[in-house]
């Protein structure tokens, strides 16, 4: 069966479903001061399916969800941080500004993460 990617931007939540369950996600919040961006916390692939290129297509869809949203990722998550890296062509670099704003917010709300 397909793996489907689903946006549960309320729970700030990018999940990975196969069959019905779980198996990847990114946490995940919205940069609520300007300049607004996305913000990738957390990379998980749930043990046992790990190697199938899930936390990369989790990463790419995330990025082309932000892109269909006009604003930038701010990848605070190391995994997302090098895909990105790898990938520049698909993940433009975030402005310093949307960085430090990230970084400011899920220091101030610690509950984002």
Known sequence: MAIELVDERKAGRL???EDGAVVG???YFVLTAAPH???AVHTVVEPGHEGRGIAGDLVKTFYGIAAAEGV????LCPYAAAWALKHPDQAPAAP??????????LAADPDLW
């Open 15 to 17: 999940l990975a479903v």
């Open 25 to 27: 996600s990114i946490a």
């Open 37 to 39: 961006a996305l913000v």
């Open 72 to 75: 930038p990722v701010v990848p």
């Open 96 to 105: 310093t500004e949307a960085a430090l704003a990230a970084e400011a917010q």
